[in-house]
């Protein structure tokens, strides 16, 4: 009997946990943590030995396979004892990728990469396919696998999910974009994280797809040094292209195997630039496995957005109150600042991961009235924007940022939430900050 183990006692590690036991896998999960209450209960309904806050190393190395959760680091003493011994430690996504038939769609890039998943899923479901969607999002995609048999799963799937990879082979793989994040995983090497990210087309063959932004000068400078084996379907918002997506009088024109579909841009269910791209990769997608113009057309307008983007929470003395909590990187909150069109008191700050602000200079000098930094570190902030902004007030915690954020902000104005930055000096993650910001302006 095989032998796998399972370092992290979270979401993913305990879907394959469930995964291998299925599978006739002998499994163990070790996590240096504390596991939390809801997932021991599913370990021990399951019979599958656990172990938390320590790794007994004399029953991890012994293993045939390990998976690891995707917040460990390749680095760590445990792990480089595992490779010297030539035992494979992989994601949750080569993993599960073993078990199913299903035809996968994997979407990664520094931003957009939850969007274009749920708006590929919500065209896959709209045109009534068998579709689940997993990864980086939602449910563990290794639980799924051994519990529903889907003909197409759609999978957000982060750098370092990615790392873990050996055979796993998207059919249609979606690249959105790629910025500097995570670099403090990459040895602050931009090229290793640009490497990471492209391990999605590795296995890729000619039969294969890969989707991908021909307006990002990394993207296209790295194809052209490094070709892949996938056809290539690029999606522009600034020029024309012959194959692929882009932008033509206002509308967005799809022309994919000799087959050009036309829609408008007007009744997009989604505002901003970065949204028109992530509605270009998905619709590709949808049209690449043969989803008519019609329900593409229709399904575009009627998505709801991801919680926690852009998500307009309330209006409060004619003053919009916005929550971009996800946004956790400098690109992600370029993007925020970029589609404003009011006087913007913006919150930002956190776990800083080698950030650089300078490229939301020209932004902020436009957009933005007042800074409020929520972090506990907010130095690096008040540095590079004190001299830019009238206004910048330190905070620590949530209910005093959006106090002083009342005071602030006058008629017509918007109060926004993107913080730029990992959320975990103050909260448990971008969920928790997100639903803290929304609680603190419900109880103004």
């Known amino acids: 009997m095989k032998r796998l183990v399972i370092l992290g006692g979270g979401e993913s590690g305990v879907g394959t946990a469930i995964l291998g036991k299925k599978k006739g896998y002998d499994v163990f999960v070790s996590d240096k943590g504390k596991i939390k209450e809801k997932y021991k209960k599913v370990l021990e309904h399951f019979e599958i030995e656990w172990e938390e806050e320590t790794h007994s190393e004399a029953k991890i190395l012994n293993a045939d396979v390990v998976m690891k959760s995707p917040g460990i680091p390749d680095k760590v003493p445990l792990i480089m004892s595992l490779e010297e011994k030539g035992i494979p430690v992989i994601s949750e996504i080569e993993f599960a990728s073993n078990y199913t038939n299903a035809m996968i769609i994997g979407i990664t890039g520094s931003n957009g990469k939850t969007t274009t998943t749920m708006l590929t899923n919500h065209l896959f479901q709209e045109a009534g396919l068998n579709v689940g969607m997993a990864g980086n999002i939602g449910d563990s995609y290794a639980k799924m696998v051994a519990e529903n ?136 997608a949808a049209k690449l496995v043969g989803i008519h113009k019609q329900t593409i057309r229709e399904s575009i307008t009627n998505f709801q957005g991801a919680p926690h983007r852009l998500e307009k929470v309330l209006k409060i003395g004619h003053v919009q109150y916005i929550n971009d909590s996800k946004a956790t990187n400098v690109n992600a909150t370029y993007y925020a600042l970029e589609s404003m069109s009011a006087p913007t008191v913006w919150i930002v700050g956190g776990v800083d991961k080698g950030n650089d602000y300078k490229a939301l200079m020209p932004l902020v000098r436009e957009k933005v009235k007042a800074i409020i930094c929520l972090g506990l570190d907010n130095s690096k902030i008040t540095e590079v924007f004190g001299n830019v902004v009238d206004l910048m007030v330190e905070t620590y915690a949530m209910d005093e940022a959006i106090k002083v954020a009342y005071k602030i902000a006058e008629r017509g104005d918007t109060v926004l939430l993107s913080p730029a930055c990992a959320s975990f000096d103050l909260f448990d993650n971008y969920e928790d900050r997100g639903n803290q910001f929304k609680q603190a302006i419900k109880s103004l």
């Open 149 to 284: 048999s889907f003909d197409y799963y759609v999978l957000e799937i982060s750098s370092f999910q990615l790392d873990g990879i050996l055979d796993f082979k998207p059919k249609i793989a979606v690249l959105t974009n790629i910025t500097p994040d995570h670099l403090d995983r990459y040895e602050y090497q931009f090229e290793n994280y640009i490497a990471s990210k492209f391990r999605i087309a590795m296995n890729q063959t000619n039969e294969d797809y890969l989707i991908y932004d021909a307006d990002d000068e990394v993207i296209v400078n790295w194809l052209q040094k490094n070709p892949v084996q996938s056809k290539l379907i690029p999606f522009s918002i600034e020029k024309e292209l012959e194959e692929g997506i882009y932008l033509k009088n206002e509308n967005i024109e799809l022309s994919i195997h000799n087959d050009t579909i036309q829609m408008t841009t007007n009744t997009l269910a989604l505002e901003g630039k970065h949204n028109l791209k992530n509605t270009m990769a998905a619709s590709a």
